[in-house]
């Protein structure tokens, strides 16, 4: 089948490769121009246009699709088929239109749960049981088009980076067996019951409020890695903690209440597994401790 495929980081890379290996003729990729990244800020290219120059494919990077000229290219690549996979765009009408089987989309949710941006960080945060993918028909609604396929996995103690590769790789097997023949595959309407939205994950909320409960911090905690990595601030340094435990320990919130750098929060406490000092690589509660000092009645406050 001749595809256009569209996407930007990691999570639509396993399915690219899925795609070019099942023998599928991609016409062109779409995806992010190149954006300043890193303490240089130097141009970076995205995940996928830097796999895709591996595969040997024509990549292009249009700001949007308002321009006249970038629809007419679209157009003239006589794709049968676009398949999208966070492209960070909003595609409209006229571009969903164009190809004849429509344009389908890999959402990281079972939706109409999680609609929205960040649908993995939200399933975690939330507490839920279980997320999955699916191959949905794109409609000019946000992620409110009919689903084609599902493919389900337990969350249990994952964080985002480690749910969003399993996710990745089951949408690019899932993708696969629906192109092979889309129509055993029929569109069904998603349910009116259940919708929710993932809004952005934004940079204040990734600060710590040791009065929750520390199940509800160590979700964000885990929601949050790799980014933007949930932190505190102590002697106007921030530490972002990238993974914790619950400890059935109870004291003032936000204070150390042992030698192991346990934190008391409104229920219960979390102790810090990996640990980060602004500046500093990650290193685990042992190794920051030999070089840190957290006497136990430190105060972190509440929410810094």
Same mark, same amino acid.
């Given at each position: 089948?001749?595809?256009?495929?569209?996407?930007?980081?990691?999570?639509?890379?396993?399915?690219?490769?899925?795609?070019?290996?099942?023998?599928?003729?991609?016409?062109? &990729?779409?995806?992010?121009?190149?954006?300043?990244?890193?303490?240089?800020?130097?141009?970076?290219?995205? =995940?996928?246009?830097?796999?895709?120059?591996?595969?040997?494919?024509?990549?292009?990077?249009?700001?949007?699709?308002?321009?006249?000229?970038?629809?007419?290219?679209?157009?003239?690549?006589?794709?049968?088929?676009?398949?999208?996979?966070?492209?960070?765009?909003?595609?409209?009408?006229?571009?969903? =239109?164009?190809?004849?089987?429509?344009?389908?989309?890999?959402? $990281?949710?079972?939706?109409?749960?999680?609609?929205?941006?960040?649908?993995?960080?939200?399933?975690?945060?939330? $507490?839920?049981?279980? /997320?999955?993918?699916?191959?949905?028909?794109?409609?000019?609604?946000?992620?409110?088009?009919?689903?084609?396929?599902? /493919?389900?996995?337990?969350?249990?103690?994952?964080?985002?980076?480690?749910?969003?590769?399993?996710?990745?790789?089951?949408? =690019?097997?899932?993708? &696969?067996?629906?192109?092979?023949?889309?129509?055993?595959?029929?569109?069904?309407?998603?349910?009116?019951?259940?919708?929710?939205?993932?809004?952005?994950?934004?940079?204040?909320?990734?600060?710590?409020?040791?009065?929750?409960?520390?199940? #509800? #911090?160590?979700?964000? #905690?885990?929601?949050?890695?790799?980014?933007? $990595?949930?932190?505190?601030?102590?002697?106007?340094?921030?530490?972002?903690?990238?993974?914790?435990?619950?400890?059935?320990?109870?004291? /003032?919130?936000?204070?150390?209440?042992?030698?192991?750098?346990?934190?008391?929060?409104?229920?219960? /406490?979390?102790?810090?597994? #990996?640990?980060?000092?602004?500046?500093?690589?990650?290193?685990?509660?042992?190794?920051?401790?030999?070089?840190?000092?957290?006497?136990?009645?430190?105060?972190?406050?509440?929410?810094?």
């Amino acid at each position: 089948m001749r595809i256009a495929f569209m996407g930007t980081p990691n999570f639509a890379v396993p399915a690219l490769r899925a795609l070019q290996a099942a023998g599928h003729d991609i016409a062109a &990729v779409y995806t992010q121009p190149p954006r300043p990244a890193n303490r240089g800020k130097k141009l970076t290219k995205s =995940a996928v246009h830097s796999a895709a120059e591996e595969l040997g494919l024509a990549v292009k990077t249009p700001i949007n699709f308002k321009e006249e000229n970038d629809r007419d290219e679209f157009d003239a690549l006589e794709s049968e088929i676009a398949i999208v996979a966070a492209y960070g765009l909003i595609l409209p009408p006229s571009i969903l =239109a164009i190809p004849k089987h429509g344009c389908l989309n890999i959402h $990281g949710s079972l939706l109409p749960r999680w609609r929205g941006a960040a649908p993995v960080q939200r399933a975690i945060e939330a $507490g839920d049981t279980e /997320s999955g993918v699916m191959i949905m028909q794109m409609e000019s609604g946000l992620d409110t088009g009919p689903v084609r396929a599902t /493919s389900k996995t337990i969350i249990a103690h994952k964080n985002t980076a480690e749910l969003t590769e399993i996710l990745a790789h089951m949408g =690019a097997k899932l993708l &696969v067996s629906v192109l092979e023949n889309l129509a055993a595959y029929p569109a069904l309407t998603q349910a009116d019951e259940g919708v929710t939205y993932a809004k952005k994950i934004t940079k204040e909320e990734a600060r710590i409020d040791f009065s929750q409960a520390a199940q #509800i #911090i160590e979700r964000k #905690i885990r929601a949050y890695n790799p980014i933007p $990595g949930a932190f505190f601030e102590h002697d106007n340094m921030r530490y972002r903690i990238h993974s914790a435990q619950i400890i059935d320990k109870q004291g /003032s919130n936000g204070t150390i209440i042992d030698e192991h750098m346990t934190i008391a929060c409104g229920h219960q /406490s979390i102790r810090p597994t #990996i640990i980060q000092k602004a500046g500093k690589p990650k290193m685990t509660l042992d190794e920051f401790l030999r070089g840190h000092t957290f006497p136990t009645g430190t105060q972190l406050g509440l929410k810094i």
